[in-house]
């Protein structure tokens, strides 16, 4: 495989115009601010312009109206958007790092499991009897995949994911190393002698299209029927997603969330760390609830943001905050008035006496 | 394996009366607001009621005194308690799922191993020098059992998880997926120059009988002697529990709760999300502590409820709350005293002049 | 190896005298408050002293300088600090149940892989595509490296711990199971129909020397350049460590701690468990952050003690919390304010007709 581009290559690639030498070669990207010989590097933000002027990086990308006010030693490709075309770059360099393999032995792949076009298997993944694995795949080592399992299209399990019997991937979903699909959910009844029996656990994980799924995350199986993701939810890492809850399409939650069991969460949410919220409500779409938030009930409000532990609407949240924020000035209020009011009770016994 | 069953079948299973055709098939379980054609259902709750006349589900159990106020298209069955006798059904089609299935190749028994009778061990898992597993035991794939590790009869331990050296197990113990369970305690002494020596952690775990632990969870060797799991505990996803800690008998532990070193919580304690407790404080018996709360001290009050962070006793942590919501009350209140007041003294002062 | 030691051959090694039997045999180790017949336990600190004279522990640990106010059984050998003398036994007992054993079979190790001398390999270990691992490292089964990973010497990588593309481990850098060191960064932009589009995450994660990292951590790669763990600094479990996230030296983070992208963590910090960090803040050096605090801002003092969410100095976060205790006092104080005021009103009113 090519490491090594020239700026007369790259320029081709973006459409760009190149300023500087067309036969600098690079084999590797970096930020301005860090930028090494041999890498590209981009300058989007004026901010970062007095990095352009002092960086090491070989080739800079910016925007087709930066004007230098000082000599760049970089060769420089002019493009419309330089943030842009970097990130196209970036796709571009990863793509050719995860290159399908093969089928690498030893791996285990049952019999009755099937096995699509294209579809890469790494070392000691465990591939169980009636799964189905779509095409283009890229299962890397260590991966298990329960009985009758269904993967899509052009997925990317990486090492050591665990996806449990019957849970269902939609195409293009990512999930990092050492996430779990389908444990069972936290589902016991209390006997009467306050010990408590196992509730079956039969329902799955379904996982639509677009969805990408940090690393030691948990989806726990539905106690029946289906905890579901919706299409283009992005998950970090560390999160909890109990059974039987939905979380809304194009949702992003961040690390170490926790979602109770059979909640609701709508589209286009955006829950920030350690969010938790109880079991059993409904959360209206495009909802903000802000970091370590306490979730206790419902909200219906499309568009809200929420923060708090337990979490409030945010203007009730913030006149809660800033009255919070004036206490020890309260109680200098307080102390004031109680002598004040003395002082006026005294003033009246005096003039009454 | 037989997969379909008959309504005749099921109901002499449960000891049931059916009222429709007894030769309807199904194949799988459902909700019976999401019933589909081939599967069975149940109605036990009144609420659920409207669901009954509208259900694709070929099979609805019922409760024995159930009276249809409209037509009912599935075949019903008559038993004393519907939820009951669905809990029975769900544990029967769960066994048959998760069916022994031998020792697959390649896997790790270290010669010196000891294997019960009737014990699974799936591809790519290692057994090491000196382990004993009981009999009846299913270890999946990937599973990793260190040296000296004992475990005992009927224990489910599933896909990729980690048990270190020496820790024990009891009977009947679940662990799911990529758990770790006898990671060295996160214990160092600091050092003249403020690095860090790391204390040698040679205790272990010991979990006792009919303990189930969800995925991704961490239970740390103690410093010395054992962290110890009392039997019937629950513990789910994403859990942390210190070296040395103490979790009582029957008590269940939600997700992403965390439990610092050598703390003591006693039996039927309940603890929510994300609860966190510092070391080497002691918590009684059936104590409930609410989401997210952070306890900084020890609650010898055996069923109390605590919440807050730090988290008091309910009764006093609600006052406080109660007090907290009302503060931009106080404030309009305190703002109307001090305006009172100062009319008083400018009433006074006029009238003093 | 030697399983047993007898009092005689630990007074040698630790330099220490024998008060008691010197062929007095020990196999284990044993807090004195647990101790059994056949292991060696320590007395250093007075409040323990009660136990000496009740453990069944056959030898004892004790200072020079230990007067022993009643009958001992146990033979005692005297050292100068018997509390460091212990963590050198622990130490050294640690080190021989960790022996390596060579490269088991089946495992992967790419052909143009390096592996340095002295380097154990666990079945079913993965080592990928220019690899570089140095001497005496000792990779355990399970574990995933990723290509052009680079592992200094003396490392420990415990089972099933997954390490993403590129990334650099130090020397002595010990790593707990199923922890995840490189995943991708949570980068997302969202497109004009709400959407996310993955931004790629090309850069990888740099760790230093005597780095110690507990289970179920995460660490994500940079988007570009490198996320960076500082020589010597310990990380607990199930900590989330973002993208292009720096921790510096000897640096404590207990467990459950998420810190999110591009946020700087100063020198020989501590940060209590749970606690969250925003991004793109920076927290100076030698600040202790307590357990749950949300930190919104950048700290620059060194030193400082934050606490509270959102967090502030302890001075402040204290003054604001002896403030909210008083709460519902202050509610009785202006009840009795508003009545006191009333009757000085109509006091007022009565006197003026």
Redesign the interface.
Known sequence: MKNEFSAHEIATMLGGTIEGNPDTIVSG???IE?GAVGTLSFMAHPKYEPFIYETNASIVLVNSNFVAAKPVSATLIRVNDAHHAF?QL??T??NK?NHSSGI?Q?C?IATDAQIGKDVSV???A?IADGAVIGNHCKI???V?I??HVKIGDDCVI???V?I??HCVLGNRV?I???T?IG??G?G??RNSD???S?????GNVIIED?V?I?????I?SAT??STIIRR?A?L???I?I?HNVEIGE?S?L???V?I?GSTKVGA?CVLA??A?L?GHIKIADEVIIA??S?VTKSFSKSGATILG?PAYDVSEAK??YI??????D??K??TI??A??EE??K??RDSDT
Do not use: M, W
């Open positions: 990207l970096s930020k860090e990130v970036l796709q360099y990863n790092q690498e030893p285990h790494g070392a000691f465990y890397f080592p260590g298990y329960g009985p990486y090492p050591g665990k449990y019997q990512i990092h190393s050492n779990v444990a069972d936290f016991f009844t306050k010990s408590y196992k509730i079956a656990q039969i677009d990408e940090g690393a030691c995350t948990t726990d029946l029927g283009g992005k970090d890492n560390l909890q109990a194009h992003a961040a690390s170490q926790g109770s286009y760390g350690q938790g109880v970091a370590q306490g532990s006149k809660l009255a919070y924020r004036r206490l020890p309260l109680i209020k307080i008035l109680e004040e009011l006026l009770k003033q009246k």
